[in-house]
């Protein structure tokens, strides 16, 4: 079992920067790969950030590369996605997941945390 508490979201302005943090508890944390989704209204959930249980590896979708950083410390059970230069097209209300490496979908959810990004 595995649970996910996301933490950070807020209001922010356009250029300001945020860092968002998911702990987990239950299962290893160390055993899961994690990842950032986003979703805004009316549109599909996309997968933002991933990393592998080491922390050595990492995804981003192309519009978030450069400005996004995903992050996990293990000891603590808590992935991390610092957040920069943002832009009003970032406004998503962002989940944290979590998924064993041989299963290609993701299992676990946290609850949200919204980030919004004025003009």
């Known amino acids: 079992q595995v649970q996910l508490v996301e933490s950070g979201g807020g209001l922010v302005q356009a250029g300001d920067s945020l860092r968002l943090s998911c702990v987990s508890s239950?299962?290893?944390?160390?055993?899961?790969?994690m990842g950032w989704f986003r979703q805004a209204p009316g549109k599909e959930r996309e997968l933002v950030a991933s990393v592998l249980p080491s922390g050595v590896d990492s995804y981003y979708v192309d519009s978030v590369k450069g400005r996004f950083t995903i992050s996990r410390d293990n000891a603590k059970n808590t992935v991390y996605l610092q957040m920069n230069s943002l832009k009003p097209e970032d406004t998503a209300v962002y989940y944290c997941a979590a998924r064993l490496i041989v299963v290609k979908d993701y299992h676990y959810w946290g609850q949200g945390t919204q980030v919004t990004v004025s003009s």
């Open positions: 239950g299962r290893p944390f160390s055993s899961c790969i």
